[in-house]
């Protein structure tokens, strides 16, 4: 009933035919050596990540699956064509919706999702951003279902974070098992950094003079997503910077240096909307530089993503993006999304009432996996108590099928057995849209488990799309 | 480059030079325990040991008076709330590393990344099997090793002088402490002065500065006071001795003087030259006759104002 992206009854498809006979002929001796390999590595290069509130090892490391995902070209092009058109739908949604506010006039998605959402910062209306880009790195969720089946789970517009293990799980790959690179045709990942730092100043404010400078702002060390934010400003070359080492000063952002002061030009945040600027949002923000909303309204800074850019990507949002692309567009929707229904509707609540047992509950604003109900894997008791939950606030649940996540191939410990798996892909958007080819792949290492999250028993895996 | 990074790697450098002062005072305290007792037993040269890295009060807060090997073990190598100890020294100089990681070689944080990873399992090791030398040994082969990945692989730019800065200042300042203890604490009674056991803890200072045999090598003959302090203080071939530690400092503010011109003031790299001057005046015996310990305690009074330089030109990001 799961899509074997792998096997298609006894026969190995196509995508997965030269990984068969590796794993054929590879004693478990060495894969187990291999398997302690890349675990050192990864402990020792720092690639480890806290799970908020969990305590237990603060230096926890995300399971790392070594049998890799693999996608022959003529599926990414599909998959690519679709990632591109919804990031550019997103954008544009954005663009309207901080100006005329033409897709709520059309009557095409409701002013309330819209104006009432948390995320839409009043503070920003009216103001474009540089080349109208609101979200730079768009991270789009998307699961598979069938040969030619894929569907979007979720679309993160703010901050989408795990491009780093994409990285470093293809560098591990190729140093522990080079062969497997050289025998075929494997298109590389590794100028991501590098597009990224195109992308981000190519968004640089029309008061940048010269070469734009470009930094990552930081929570700090604390933040369980450090490390990657130290990996990218490393591979990128530019400064990773907190709060309290920026300044506003005429008009302008400045960071701290041994030799004074320096202008900086675009600010890759990966902090929050409500800590960015305490005389803005939040004033209790420690994290955040005062006065910086100011500088960046009056075009003296740029910031990645844009303030705001959080309102086209909440679950309730999700079910207009189709919407928007036709909107937008005037195209129809490459990638399809999940069926989802809105508990704030009537019809839609008295259905999903009646079938909690055989759906998926999700908090609108929830993520990592927190929050929600799998029907089919919960017992009487949590489906009862999830049902008051949503008694209590309709207005806070959406309700989506339990998918039929495809399975890829892992490592287990008897030699391989299918495990279901989802795809992160990283599309930046600048002066243009422009995608690697290869994304996170994550994968639920549990038999049965539909739950990709880190935080939940999930792991990695790297990614492959055969050139041709 | 951002004045927190160079703060940063500036407390790195010093953190790791400072691990290594606890795990020299850890290796003098095992040969002195192997050695005919003095006076009042080793009990006594533990405390010594406690007063050389100015932990007596909190030691005894945590300890009380139970002044045993294993409690100094814990003190000085594991425990946490000693800022000085190992553990405490790695740990920062490892976090401090992650923060600046960017200005980092892969090398240098895999040395000081792999130094933090096996503390963390030598943590968990039953203490019967964890030897002294053991430990020592622990903290000397991962500061070399973090120090030659430095040298090995690192930019020669602002950051590596910062780095330097840091290890050269904290070894200056370590040095002088090590010397004034032994002239006040370790020297009880006037009437030792000159005698075989002030010989002898003389000794004792040249063990824990790992100098004992680079001494003999540079002076040859007794061990006297003199010669030790000499040694310690003013000869530019011994690594450890405030004219070797100060003279580098001053050649990494020089180097980040050239590097960043009129863009920076170099308040720091005056005072520090002035400084050198001052102590390139004085010879063995203008010092005693100043009096030793009079002389150190101006000494780390200017490290601290160089510090203090350092603080006010780079890391404070003045406007």
């Given at each position: 009933m799961y899509y074997n992206e792998m096997m298609d009854g006894a026969a190995v498809r196509a995508p997965y035919a030269m990984l068969s006979d590796w794993v054929a002929t590879m004693p478990s001796e060495i894969r187990q050596m291999k398997q302690a390999e890349a675990e050192a590595l990864f402990r020792r290069i720092g690639i480890t990540f806290a799970v908020y509130g969990e305590g237990g090892d603060p230096d926890r490391l995300i399971p790392f699956d070594m049998m890799p995902r693999v996608f022959l070209q003529s599926e990414w092009r599909k998959l690519e064509r679709g990632i591109k058109q919804r990031a550019r739908a997103l954008n544009a949604f954005l663009r309207d919706v901080y100006s005329r506010g033409e897709i709520i006039r059309a009557g095409r998605i409701p002013a309330r999702l819209v104006y009432q959402n948390e995320a839409y910062e009043k503070a920003v209306v009216g103001f474009v951003p540089p080349r109208g880009v609101f979200s730079h790195i768009v991270g789009i969720d998307i699961v598979r279902t069938g040969r030619d089946e894929f569907f979007v789970l979720e679309d993160n517009c703010r901050t989408p974070s795990g491009v780093s293990y994409m990285l470093e799980n293809r560098e591990i790959m190729m140093r522990m098992f080079p062969a497997l690179f050289r025998n075929n045709r494997i298109e590389p990942v590794d100028q991501y950094p590098e597009l990224l730092r195109r992308t981000l100043a190519s968004v640089a404010?029309?008061?940048?003079?010269?070469?734009?400078?470009?930094?990552?702002?930081?929570?700090?060390?604390?933040?369980?997503?450090?490390?990657?934010?130290?990996?990218?400003?490393?591979?990128?070359?530019?400064?990773?910077?907190?709060?309290?080492?920026?300044?506003?000063?005429g008009g302008f952002v400045y960071m701290r240096t041994t030799q004074g002061p320096k202008r900086v030009d675009v600010i890759y945040r990966r902090i929050d909307d409500p800590?960015?600027?305490?005389?803005?949002?939040?004033?209790?923000?420690?994290?955040?530089?005062?006065?910086?909303?100011?500088?960046?309204?009056?075009?003296?800074?740029?910031?990645?993503?844009?303030?705001?850019?959080?309102?086209?990507?909440?679950?309730?949002?999700?079910?207009?993006?189709?919407?928007?692309?036709?909107f937008y567009l005037g195209e129809e929707p490459i990638l399809q999304n999940v069926q989802t229904w809105t508990l704030w509707k009537d019809e839609d609540y008295k259905y999903v009432m009646a079938n909690l047992k055989d759906l998926v509950v999700k908090e609108v604003h929830g993520s990592g996996g927190y929050g929600m109900l799998i029907g089919p894997k919960a017992s009487t008791e949590e489906i009862e108590h999830f049902r008051k939950l949503i008694e209590a606030n309709p207005g806070n649940y959406i309700a989506?099928?339990?998918?039929?996540?495809?399975?890829?191939?892992?490592?287990?410990?008897?030699?391989?057995?299918?495990?279901?798996?989802?795809?992160?892909?990283?599309?930046?958007?600048?002066?243009?849209?422009?995608?690697?080819q290869g994304g996170l792949t994550r994968v639920a290492?549990?038999?049965?488990?539909?739950?990709?999250?880190?935080?939940?028993?999930?792991?990695?895996?790297?990614?492959?799309?055969?050139?041709? | 480059m951002l004045s927190r990074t160079a703060a940063n790697l500036f407390w790195m450098g010093r953190h790791l030079e400072r691990a290594e002062t606890a795990a020299r005072l850890l290796d003098v305290g095992a040969r002195i325990t192997l050695?005919?007792?003095?006076?009042?037993?080793?009990?006594?040269?533990?405390?010594?040991?406690?007063?050389?890295?100015?932990?007596?009060?909190?030691?005894?807060e945590r300890y009380g008076d139970a002044i045993t090997q294993e409690n100094i073990e814990s003190w000085l190598f594991f425990d946490c709330d000693n800022p000085s100890s190992v553990a405490s020294c790695i740990e920062k100089a490892r976090e401090g590393g992650r923060i600046v990681r960017t200005a980092l070689t892969s090398q240098v944080w895999d040395a000081l990344n792999t130094a933090y990873q096996e503390l963390r399992q030598l943590r968990t090791a039953s203490r019967a099997k964890l030897d002294m030398a053991m430990?020592?040994?622990?903290?000397?082969?991962?500061?070399?090793?973090?120090?030659?990945?430095?040298?090995?692989?690192?930019?020669?730019?602002?950051?590596?002088?910062?780095?330097?800065?840091?290890?050269?200042?904290?070894?200056?300042?370590?040095?002088?402490?090590?010397?004034?203890?032994?002239?006040?604490?370790?020297?009880?009674?006037?009437?030792f002065v000159g005698s075989g056991l002030?010989?002898?803890?003389?000794?004792?200072?040249?063990?824990?500065?790992?100098?004992?045999?680079?001494?003999?090598?540079?002076?040859?003959?007794?061990?006297?006071?003199?010669?030790?302090?000499?040694?310690?203080?003013?000869?530019?071939?011994?690594p450890r001795s405030l004219l070797t530690s100060l003279y580098e400092a001053v050649w990494n503010l020089d180097g980040l003087v050239r590097r960043y011109g009129d863009s920076a003031p170099a308040t720091a790299s005056v005072k520090a030259r002035q400084v050198l001057e001052s102590l390139m005046a004085r010879d063995i015996e203008a010092i005693f006759d100043e009096g030793l310990h009079e002389f150190l305690t101006w000494f780390i009074g200017e490290i601290s104002a160089v510090s203090n330089a350092v603080n006010e030109d780079y890391f404070s990001g003045r406007m």
């Open positions: 404010p029309a008061k940048c003079e010269g070469t734009p400078t470009v930094v990552i702002l930081t929570p700090g060390h604390f933040n369980s997503a450090y490390y990657e934010h130290s990996f990218l400003a490393n591979l990128m070359g530019v400064e990773l910077v907190e709060g309290s080492d920026l300044f506003v000063d800590f960015l600027d305490p005389l803005c949002f939040r004033k209790d923000s420690m994290l955040g530089v005062p006065g910086l909303m100011d500088v960046y309204r009056s075009g003296g800074v740029s910031i990645a993503s844009a303030p705001g850019a959080g309102v086209a990507d909440d679950k309730a949002v999700y079910t207009f993006v189709p919407e928007m692309i036709r989506q099928p339990t998918l039929a996540l495809s399975t890829s191939p892992t490592f287990v410990d008897e030699g391989i057995a299918p495990r279901h798996v989802d795809l992160r892909p990283f599309c930046l958007c600048g002066d243009r849209v422009e995608l690697v290492l549990r038999d049965g488990s539909l739950v990709v999250n880190s935080s939940q028993g999930g792991g990695v895996k790297d990614t492959w799309v055969l050139s041709e | 050695l005919p007792n003095t006076e009042e037993g080793y009990r006594n040269e533990w405390e010594s040991l406690l007063r050389a890295s100015g932990a007596q009060g909190p030691f005894a430990l020592t040994d622990f903290t000397t082969r991962h500061s070399s090793t973090v120090r030659g990945a430095i040298n090995a692989t690192q930019l020669r730019n602002d950051g590596w002088h910062f780095i330097n800065l840091g290890y050269s200042l904290e070894r200056a300042d370590a040095t002088s402490r090590l010397l004034d203890v032994k002239y006040f604490v370790l020297l009880p009674r006037v009437e002030d010989n002898y803890q003389w000794q004792v200072i040249l063990r824990a500065l790992s100098a004992h045999r680079a001494f003999h090598w540079a002076y040859g003959g007794d061990i006297t006071a003199a010669k030790v302090a000499d040694f310690l203080i003013l000869n530019g071939e011994s």
